[in-house]
């Protein structure tokens, strides 16, 4: 039988980036701890736009490969192998859609229950929530702490363990998609606003206002640029 022809896979942009990103990291026998030079600095050398570098690196970050620090630019982790690297960035995007999914289903629901049963002492941590994220912001960095804390205390609001436990069991995939998220222009300050709007609807004790603010705010923070890459 003759062999099928199948469709040559041309690389994007950010697999390049990468690559030449671990590529530099072993050429100079980088060790963990080691600062990459500044994003401006990278970009000129690789010869593309600071949005594309750094897409590049949130992908290294979710990784763990990186650490991205304000003021501190990028620290590296751990020693990257190129081929596993690669690897595990191609499988994160294909599972983005399914994370956002099921975010949407367990999410929503805990932003209504939270209206119904959280008390004043939750109340006040989700309100501390956005207070730490409001911060982080304020001083240029992006509000993953405040971020992940908000959810946190949206999912302890709600009194269901078991919602609590399947969110516990996808947070290091829900955790990809927040970083993600949070690297883009704008979006840390938007997200902020959107929290803002889950936790007044919380404090009326508004389940349907609390649910449709919840929908609304993942579907913003689902729009990643690594999605429109590969759609």
Do not use: W
């Not at 469709?7 to 980088?30: F, G, K, W």
């Not at 804390?149 to 078991?162: G, N, V, W, Y």
């Not at 936790?199 to 640029?225: E, G, K, L, P, Y």
Request: aromatic content about 0%; some cysteine; overall charge negative.
């Amino acid at each position: 039988m003759t062999e099928q022809l199948r469709p040559v896979t041309r690389p994007r942009l950010y697999e390049v980036i990468v690559e030449q990103l671990c590529s530099h990291i072993a050429d100079n026998a980088m060790v963990p701890g080691d600062r990459l030079p500044a994003e401006r600095e990278l970009a000129a050398k690789l010869g593309v736009s600071r949005a594309s570098l750094s897409q590049a690196l949130v992908a290294l970050e979710v990784q763990g490969v990186l650490s991205v620090r304000h003021g501190d630019g990028a620290v590296l982790v751990r020693r990257p192998t190129e081929e596993r690297v690669i690897k595990a960035l191609r499988e994160h995007a294909d599972r983005l859609p399914d994370i956002i999914e099921a975010r949407e289903a367990l999410e929503v629901k805990l932003a209504g229950l939270a209206a119904e049963r959280r008390t004043d002492t939750e109340m006040a941590a989700i309100d501390s929530a956005i207070s730490t994220m409001e911060s982080e912001i304020a001083v240029g960095d992006r509000g993953v702490v405040g971020d992940e804390m908000f959810h946190e205390a949206i999912t302890t609001a709600a009194h269901s363990s078991l919602l609590a436990k399947l969110m516990h069991e996808i947070s290091e995939l829900v955790r990809e998609t927040r970083i993600e998220s949070l690297s883009q222009t704008e979006r840390p300050r938007a997200s902020l606003e959107g929290h803002k709007k889950i936790a007044d609807a919380v404090r009326r004790q508004d389940s349907v206002a609390a649910a449709r603010a919840m929908a609304a705010h993942i579907r913003m923070v689902s729009d990643v640029a690594l999605l429109r890459e590969i759609s």
